[in-house]
């Protein structure tokens, strides 16, 4: 995942940031604000060949909008930049044959290795809602989205898992809540 070529070249630079993705953001912050909202954070990722609905992209900026403002600074962004240029890796690494796509037994290997141990059940349920051709296999954008729902998922359960037990107790508003987080 990389910022297409031309807009390398465009956009204000940012002093002593040593970081290639500042021009991009710069680019990309149209009301030049110093923050991404979740349209021009869209936007980014589409340039950027990560064509995602605005709903995926909201639960991407729920991630990592770390002050709850619904935009994400250039600090946040490069932490989703870091993260989504770890995916693309290890998406290739597991995509051996080039495919294009990753059988769900490699996303299951894949998503371990991000951290997330999910038992078969939960974890082919999870796949069947980011495999829309039902064909098992997940495409780049599609594991994206689904390791990025992982993250979230992770994150709302790791706030509400406060005695880090492994186990968590939710009524149902706070299950509706938790849910909305991710």
């Known amino acids: 995942f990389r910022p297409p070529a031309p807009l390398a070249e465009r956009g204000r630079a940012r002093a002593n940031v ?28 589409s340039m950027g060949n990560m064509t995602f609905s605005l709903a995926t992209v909201s639960q991407i900026m729920r991630v990592y909008d770390a002050g709850g403002t619904g935009c994400i600074s250039f600090t946040e962004f490069g932490r989703l930049h870091r993260r989504l240029t770890k995916l693309c890796q290890l998406f290739k690494k597991f995509d051996v044959e080039n495919k294009g796509a990753l059988a769900l037994d490699s996303v299951k290997r894949a998503i371990a290795e991000l951290g997330h141990h999910l038992d078969d059940t939960p974890f082919y349920s999870c796949c069947k809602s980011f495999d829309p051709d039902r064909n098992a296999k997940l495409q780049l954008q599609q594991f994206v989205a689904m390791s990025f729902f992982l993250d979230g998922g992770k994150a709302v359960f790791t706030a509400y898992d406060k005695n880090k037990t492994g186990s968590i107790t939710l009524n149902f508003s706070q299950f509706v809540y938790a849910c909305s987080q991710t």
Request: glycine share 10%; hydrophobic share 35%; proline share 4%.
């Open 18 to 45: 040593g970081c290639p993705g500042a021009q991009w953001f710069d680019s990309i912050d149209a009301n030049r604000n110093g923050q991404l909202d979740v349209r021009e954070l869209q936007k980014a990722l």
